[in-house]
């Protein structure tokens, strides 16, 4: 009796054993499972991290040529206003007066603005001989820096300027 008890006890058990391992083999691939869709989850917040970085990255370069852009629209724009602006001037009207006036208003001005200039020189050249300075040290000290740098930038648009004209 006590035989039967322990084959019939060693049957169950031998009967639950496969079972028993299935049920640890199951409890290991679950874990198993689980580590990996852990994995899997980690993977993918870190390529949504990276997605939303470089889709951050492209709409800041998306903004910033679409700035550019308006900006560069911008100007061309005013470029073409002046452009449209000087064609408008310097066109004949058929009254002989009238465009001879429009014809004469820039040098005329600049002749203006010219007269001035050496006037004030003069009248500084006066002032200087007049308190004792001789004549060619008080033209040193009335052409100065200043104006050797308008002297030069007068002379740079007008000759560059014929180069250019020469070219059209």
């Not at 874990?31 to 852990?38: K, P």
């Not at 889709?55 to 470029?79: F, K, M, Y």
């Not at 004030?120 to 009335?142: D, H, N």
């Not at 050797?148 to 000759?159: H, Q, V, Y």
Request: proline share 1%; with cysteine.
């Amino acid at each position: 009796m006590i035989l039967s008890l322990l084959s019939m006890l060693g049957g169950g058990l031998l009967r639950l054993l496969p079972e028993l391992l299935g049920f640890l083999n199951k409890k290991t691939d679950n874990a198993h499972e689980l580590a990996m869709l852990e994995r899997q989850f980690q993977l993918e917040q870190q390529r949504v991290a990276s997605r939303s970085t470089e889709h951050l990255a492209a709409e800041a370069a998306a903004l910033q040529r679409i700035e550019l852009q308006a900006g560069a629209a911008e100007t061309l724009a005013l470029l073409d206003a002046q452009k449209t602006a000087l064609c408008g001037q310097m066109q004949r009207l058929g009254i002989w007066w009238a465009d001879a006036l429009n014809f004469l208003v820039r040098p005329l001005a600049t002749y203006y603005v010219l007269l001035l200039y050496g006037l004030a020189k003069l009248a500084m050249y006066v002032v200087a001989v007049k308190t004792g300075i001789s004549g060619w040290e008080a033209i040193l000290r009335i052409y100065d820096s200043e104006d050797r740098a308008i002297l030069s930038g007068i002379l740079a648009f007008w000759f560059v300027g014929r180069v250019f004209d020469k070219q059209r």
